[in-house]
């Protein structure tokens, strides 16, 4: 007998955003980062993926008092670090045909935190041709029109139309799909549900293939130890209208996870070092989070996405 998915999510969520709590100062920016951010995965992607955890674990009022205090300071500390907006508007404002500056302002911006000159660039630029024409993979289409539905802008956009032109929305062949295209697959259901708080957003058809093959591509990935895209894949199950949160997965996750809350991207052996532990396994701690808490709000019972977040103590 195993024991409630929701026990093991909220298990593996808790650890998992403690962990990214108490080694937050390895996202900090060097001193003299500029908007032109000549390595952004370095640390300004981390410092986005862990507010997208943060605002997910208090938009979902899932979770405990711990965890939410966790949550809190890892956007506090994030949004502290972008300068209370500045950076990335002047990033945006320089550089008008990349997305990341709204991409990364959403996390924050589903918490409550704003930048009035920011929220001002984008209602300009999300309307220029140049802008909304720019190149991308359909999944990354998606992701930046749900970033601008976050930040409350008029994009609009056909979500039906957009998800055709996805992998995921030619239903393929199951056995076809590989490593980089069931990340697409799950970035897909991630930007189209905005995190669960849409599931109507997937389509019947979309929503059973997904039930009929998500088990499989679980025990596929987990035959090889592939524990960062096996918790991306839960995450899509809580995402389901009928969502999926089977206990013998969520053990599978919690088996991995270490007494101090780091889960491991794969089987590779983890470092010693803090700051390499961190640098190796923090995207997958994020996710694991995020899963965790998504399962636990769905579990419960809990509307996707209903209950909004108190304004931010540090936010415009």
Same mark, same amino acid.
């Given at each position: 007998m195993t024991a409630?998915?929701?026990? /093991?999510a909220q298990k593996v969520a808790t650890g998992a955003v403690g962990w990214l709590d108490a080694h937050h100062e390895f996202t900090a920016l060097p001193p003299d980062t500029t908007a032109d951010l000549a %390595?952004? %995965?370095s640390v300004y992607k981390p410092l986005g993926e862990s507010a997208l955890a943060g605002s997910l674990i208090l938009r979902e009022s899932a979770? $405990? $008092?711990k965890e939410v205090r966790s949550a809190r300071r890892l956007l506090d500390y994030g949004w502290a670090q972008f300068r209370s907006g500045d950076l990335l508007y002047e990033r945006q404002l320089r550089h008008s045909l990349m997305t990341d500056p709204l991409e990364v302002y959403a996390h924050f911006a589903r918490a409550g935190y704003r930048h009035e000159g920011m929220d001002r660039l984008l209602r300009h630029t999300t309307t220029l041709r140049s802008v909304r024409a720019v190149e991308m993979f359909p999944n990354r289409r998606l992701a930046v029109a749900n970033a601008a539905r976050i930040a409350g802008l008029d994009y609009h956009v056909d979500w039906a139309d957009l998800t055709r032109a996805t992998w995921l929305g030619a239903t393929p062949e199951p056995w076809a799909i590989n490593w980089l295209t069931a990340y697409s697959l799950t970035h897909t259901v991630f930007h189209v549900t905005d995190w669960g708080a849409r599931p109507d957003g997937l389509s019947p058809e979309l929503s059973d293939?997904?039930?009929?093959?998500?088990?499989?591509?679980? %025990? /596929?990935?987990?035959?090889v130890s592939q524990w960062d895209l096996i918790a991306?894949?839960? /995450?899509?199950g809580a995402c389901l209208e009928e969502p999926l949160i089977d206990p013998e997965h969520w053990e599978l996750l919690a088996g991995v996870q270490h007494e101090d809350g780091l889960v491991p991207q794969n089987a590779e052996p983890v470092e010693d070092d803090p700051e390499q532990r961190f640098n190796d396994h923090q995207h997958t701690a994020v996710v694991a989070a995020v899963a965790g808490t998504l399962a636990v709000s769905r579990t419960l019972g809990g509307a996707p996405g209903a209950v909004a977040p108190e304004p931010a103590s540090g936010a415009p």
């Open positions: 409630p998915a929701t026990a /093991i %390595d952004p %995965d979770a $405990g $008092g293939y997904l039930a009929m093959w998500l088990p499989v591509w679980v %025990d /596929i990935w987990a035959e991306e894949l839960l /995450i899509v």
